[in-house]
């Protein structure tokens, strides 16, 4: 069994749409999963805008790929690069840290990744 980033068994990060490499609703990792799909992110707007301007529609449902689309709210397991990289554009969307790989962890200190934690009730960062 795979662990978050605070060490204890991975949650499900979502299953409306039902996310991760392997579709099982899990950010878990896998060796055929070169896009390292380990970052449980809520979506918004702004993030998917990001991505679709960098060459990564996710907002298109492609029903013949069993892909519904995304919309804010919707939580999706991100590649750990395109979320470093939206970071760095300061779009990065908000982290469900339990539902988080804790490989992420190589890329990124669990200090600076809680500064985008989700936030269940309130404001998200």
């Given at each position: 069994?795979?662990?978050?980033?605070?060490?204890?068994?991975?949650?499900?990060?979502?299953?409306?749409?039902?996310?991760?490499?392997?579709?099982?609703?899990?950010c878990?990792?896998?060796?055929?999963?070169?896009?390292?799909?380990?970052?449980?992110?809520?979506?918004?707007?702004?993030?998917?805008?990001?991505?679709?301007?960098?060459?990564?529609?996710?907002?298109?449902?492609?029903?013949?790929?069993?892909?519904?689309?995304?919309?804010?709210g919707?939580?999706?397991c991100?590649?750990?690069?395109?979320?470093?990289?939206?970071?760095?554009?300061?779009?990065?969307?908000?982290?469900?840290?339990?539902?988080?790989?804790?490989?992420?962890?190589?890329?990124?200190?669990l200090?600076?990744?809680?500064?985008?934690?989700?936030k269940?009730?309130?404001l998200?960062?």
């Amino acid at each position: 069994m795979e662990t978050n980033v605070f060490g204890e068994p991975l949650t499900k990060c979502g299953t409306d749409p039902v996310t991760g490499f392997a579709r099982n609703g899990c950010c878990d990792s896998s060796d055929y999963d070169s896009g390292l799909h380990i970052v449980c992110a809520v979506m918004n707007d702004e993030f998917l805008n990001f991505s679709y301007l960098h060459g990564n529609d996710l907002k298109t449902p492609y029903p013949e790929g069993g892909f519904p689309g995304l919309k804010a709210g919707d939580r999706w397991c991100l590649c750990a690069a395109r979320w470093l990289e939206a970071l760095d554009a300061g779009v990065a969307p908000p982290v469900v840290l339990e539902g988080t790989n804790e490989k992420m962890l190589e890329f990124i200190s669990l200090e600076e990744l809680v500064l985008y934690a989700f936030k269940e009730y309130g404001l998200n960062p």
